[in-house]
């Protein structure tokens, strides 16, 4: 049965909110060392899971405005608060996560402004890999098996990260600008 788009009550809504408050915990659990933890990369494992199954029912079930704005919201607390806390700990570097941040903060006031014109800007496919390589990196770091004898790998996704976060960033521009139609992309990241 399709949910009405203004629905806010929603299993794909609860299991968002579910992880925007487990966020903290998340944070919480991320080792001080650089060693890992599986205590954190399970609870992280999970969480990242969980965007995936909430797309799922979304898509299943019908997407509404409360979960447009909230999964992306979530998706930003979680990535972000984790890799502000792994540099906290000295496991990654400042740079990166940085430019991530910048990234993940102009394309949002971004897509606010030119969404008061009109102009909506659903998630690119790009987005979504730049989404999944974060998650990655976040794990394969917290991962005890490649926290210290894989560096190379979660960096290296680190990276692949940022690369994707600016070509999306551009990709994201270059659309509301030429008016991309709405259908050419889905859910919101």
């Known amino acids: 049965m399709p949910v009405d788009p203004n629905a806010l009550a929603t299993w794909a809504n609860a299991i968002t909110v579910g992880r925007l408050l487990?966020?903290?915990?998340?944070?919480?659990?991320?080792?001080?060392?650089t060693a890992g933890s599986w205590l954190a990369f399970g609870l992280w494992f999970a969480l990242?899971?969980?965007?995936?199954?909430d797309g799922w029912i979304a898509r299943r079930h019908g997407t509404t405005r409360s979960g447009a704005f909230l999964d992306p919201l979530a998706d930003k607390v979680l990535i972000l608060g984790a890799m502000f806390t792994l540099v906290s700990r000295g496991v990654f570097g400042i740079i990166p996560v940085a430019i991530?941040?910048?990234?993940e903060f102009v394309i949002s006031i971004y897509r606010t402004v030119v969404g008061t014109r009109g102009v909506t800007m659903p998630a690119i496919r790009t987005a979504k890999y730049?989404?999944?390589?974060?998650?990655?990196?976040?794990?394969?770091a917290l991962m005890p098996w490649?926290?210290?004898?894989?560096?190379?790998?979660?960096?290296?996704?680190?990276?692949?990260?940022?690369?994707?976060?600016l070509v999306s960033g551009v990709q994201y521009l270059v659309r509301s600008r030429v008016g991309?139609?709405?259908g050419a992309a889905t859910h919101a990241m």
């Open 22 to 33: 487990l966020s903290p915990l998340m944070f919480l659990v991320i080792p001080a060392d």
């Open 48 to 53: 990242s899971a969980s965007d995936g199954i």
């Open 100 to 103: 991530i941040a910048a990234r």
């Open 130 to 140: 730049k989404t999944f390589m974060q998650q990655l990196a976040v794990a394969f």
């Open 146 to 165: 490649t926290a210290l004898d894989a560096t190379w790998l979660w960096q290296m996704l680190l990276w692949a990260a940022v690369v994707l976060a």
């Open 180 to 182: 991309v139609p709405d």
